[in-house]
């Protein structure tokens, strides 16, 4: 609804802010001089105990030199009273004694008839009361009973009873004058399809009063007490009042709670609604009847920036989840999402706070409530096996699918790193034996030294120390060219590293490689402490790298990597096959483990040297040293030329 130019102006005109303010506030006299309207108190948004919020009457704002709050009188109510700006406005207008603007003549036709319908409504509620006293109600009151709900309790929800019978509402409605197109324009009665007249919806129901964030009556809910009953639950059917996918059960009251700092719970039902809210968790709605809508969605968002799903932790509350996902996707912003709380298997919020532990319990659950990136976690992973290169793709692709609905692409993207970091957590199992290939079939070995071992004296030798080098090496240049990880994530993976803070290091790499640089460096600071980086980057062989000190130069920081993994994988196959052979010789030596031996030194040799094979022939002097047989060859040659140009001998 649009406003007419100086409305606003008239408004805030006609307002106190001083006023306004004060019904939430204390004055502190001493710095308030209410002359001049220049008043202080103690923050209504934060808790302190010194007077930093400060308005300004004659200008009409406000300002906390605490939180920064600021603003004027409609923003003000709006923060306090968590309602919407039009309803901040009729508010205030309302107490400045100013009517809304009517926008034409039909809609004032219209407003007034939804008057006279919520009227009616109203004089249901209050029928539907006076028959749960009666004996018709017996049953009813023993089932509301059973569910721990006294007198007290059904007076502050205003349940009521719809009893057995086809007229009764209508009927009673007849006596207050109320015709029958105003009954059915409410949905208490239904047409009949035969031609009769109408007939009541509800019958032999308990009754649960639905009301709008205005706290007008706009429907009903009715639970069935015959066992037999098609609906268990019945919504009346939507009218001009009520539209079923944009109302939430209990949103006023829950508003309210939510803007004192509840948290906003999203129950099933109204039975969930009534006893969460009765442990003291006031800010607890339910859609009614239907899983939650987009319109729903937004409403919620409007009364809390992450409202908690608690849902039956049965098969059907977990599928109500999952479908929801998607629908939540597409509409995420920053700041703005879902959790979920799973409840245990077969129990709704009333089986835990009355059986299963109390609100301590419900508490507890709600404080553990997962985020939404969680359950997409779960819904692509739960039930499946992924011990093929295939499935892996396949669960990959789904989680691409999914997150690209999320319009944000900074959000997009810290999805996209956390789920990368659980699939790491996931497929990072690393196997604590490899497998080796002596003659009489395969066998496991144990895959090197332990924890233990590499934090001892053995450490220390010129295998381990080299190892460190390398690891230090690889971590730093991907530390420094964080765009090479994916290039390079294969080999990351199967690094085993020989330092503690090298490992912590290689997975905090791998779950936030896609950061960029300054961020990378500041959440793996964040996880693995500053002193492990300040370690890292300050080793003496680490600042004379080319690929550290040209962080730009992207084509020597692949080089340096590709030969450090290169290097250090040679170097410690040559171990394990030394290893390996030594097991061997006590059992078999054969011409096949001198090979073996030798293909693990050409490899190593390759690695240190590079490609390029050594063809030169070499011949043995009788001293055992290896000569080039080329150059033996010329310098022979030499010694004869000078032996027979020498003066004073003449050649023979």
């Known amino acids: 609804m649009s406003l007419p130019p100086g409305f606003l102006d008239e408004l805030r005109t006609r307002t106190s802010l001083s006023q306004v303010v004060g019904r939430k506030v204390l004055w502190d006299q001493r710095k308030s001089n209410q002359g001049k309207g220049d008043m202080w108190a103690p923050c209504p948004f934060h808790q302190e105990k010194t007077a930093s919020f400060h308005v300004d009457d004659r200008k009409g704002f406000y300002y906390c030199f605490g939180c920064h709050a600021k603003g004027d009188a409609i923003s003000f109510v709006r923060e306090t009273e968590n309602v919407s700006f039009m309803e901040a406005v009729e508010i205030l207008a309302r107490e ?70 086809w007229e009764g509402m209508r009927e009673h409605l007849r006596g207050k004058g109320v015709p029958d197109e105003m009954m059915l324009g409410t949905g208490l009665v239904k047409p009949s399809d035969k031609g009769r007249q109408p007939y009541d919806t509800f019958r032999n129901r308990i009754m649960f009063p639905i009301r709008d964030a205005r706290g007008r009556a706009i429907a009903f809910g009715g639970r069935a007490m015959d066992p037999g009953d098609n609906a268990k639950y019945l919504n009346s059917p ?63 968002w409007r009364v809390a920036p992450e409202p908690v799903i608690a849902l039956d932790g049965d098969t059907a509350g977990l599928r109500a989840a999952m479908r929801l996902i998607d629908m939540v996707l597409p509409q995420l912003e920053a700041g703005r999402s879902l959790r979920f709380c799973i409840l245990p298997p077969g129990q709704d919020p009333d089986d835990v706070i009355r059986k299963g532990g109390g609100a ?69 199992a690393r196997p604590a034996q490899r497998p080796t290939a002596p003659r009489g079939g395969w066998a496991k070995a144990p895959l090197g030294a332990t924890a233990g071992a590499r934090a001892s004296v053995l450490a220390g030798t010129p295998g381990a120390v080299e190892d460190q080098l390398r690891e230090a090496v690889i971590l730093a240049v991907l530390l420094t060219h964080p765009a090479l990880l994916p290039e390079f994530e294969g080999d990351l993976e199967t690094l085993d590293c020989t330092l503690p803070e090298h490992a912590a290091l290689r997975d905090a790499l791998l779950r936030h490689g896609a950061a960029e640089p300054l961020d990378l460096k500041e959440k ?51 171990a394990r096959e030394i290893s390996e052979a030594m097991e061997d010789i006590d059992r078999l030596a054969d011409e096949g483990l001198t090979w073996r031996l030798g293909q693990a030194a050409l490899a ?49």
Not at 117 to 144: C, F, N, P
Not at 611 to 630: F, L, Q
Request: with cysteine.
């Open 96 to 165: 400045a004694g100013m009517e809304m603007p009517e926008r034409d003549p039909k809609a004032q036709e219209k407003a007034d008839r939804r008057t006279e319908l919520a009227s009616v409504m109203e004089q249901a509620v209050q029928h539907y009361r006076l028959q749960l006293r009666t004996g018709a109600a017996a049953a009813a009151r023993d089932y509301l009973a059973g569910r721990g709900l006294d007198e007290a309790a059904q007076a502050r929800w205003e349940i009521g009873f719809a009893p057995p019978g």
């Open 238 to 300: 939507e009218t001009e009042l009520f539209d079923k996918g944009r109302s939430l059960y209990n949103l006023r009251a829950a508003r309210e709670a939510a803007g004192k700092g509840q948290t906003l719970i999203v129950a099933e039902g109204y039975m969930d609604v009534i006893a969460l809210s009765e442990a003291g968790f006031g800010a607890v709605v339910a859609p009614l009847g239907t899983a939650i809508t987009e319109d729903q969605l937004r409403l919620l």
């Open 360 to 428: 301590a319990e419900m508490q507890r659950l709600l404080e553990e409530a997962q985020p939404l990136v969680q359950l997409l976690w779960r819904r692509e992973t739960d039930g499946k096996r992924f011990d093929s290169p295939e499935r892996k793709a396949a669960l990959d692709k789904a989680l691409r699918e999914a997150i690209r609905a999320i319009p944000d692409p900074g959000l997009r993207r810290h999805y996209g790193d956390e789920l990368k970091r659980m699939r790491w957590e996931l497929f990072r």
């Open 524 to 574: 793996l600071t964040a996880e693995t402490g500053p002193e492990t980086l300040e370690k890292l980057l300050g080793q003496s062989h680490i600042a004379v790298i080319p690929a550290i000190r040209r962080p730009d130069d992207t084509t020597a920081a692949r080089l340096c990597l590709a030969e450090e993994f290169a290097k250090l994988e040679s170097r410690r196959g040559h």
């Open 604 to 652: 190593r040799q390759r690695a240190e040297h590079g490609p390029t094979e050594d063809k030169t022939e070499y011949d043995t002097a009788p001293s055992g040293a290896r000569m080039n047989r080329e150059e033996r060859k010329s310098f022979d040659a030499l010694i004869e030329q000078i032996r027979f140009t020498k003066p004073g001998r003449r050649s023979q």
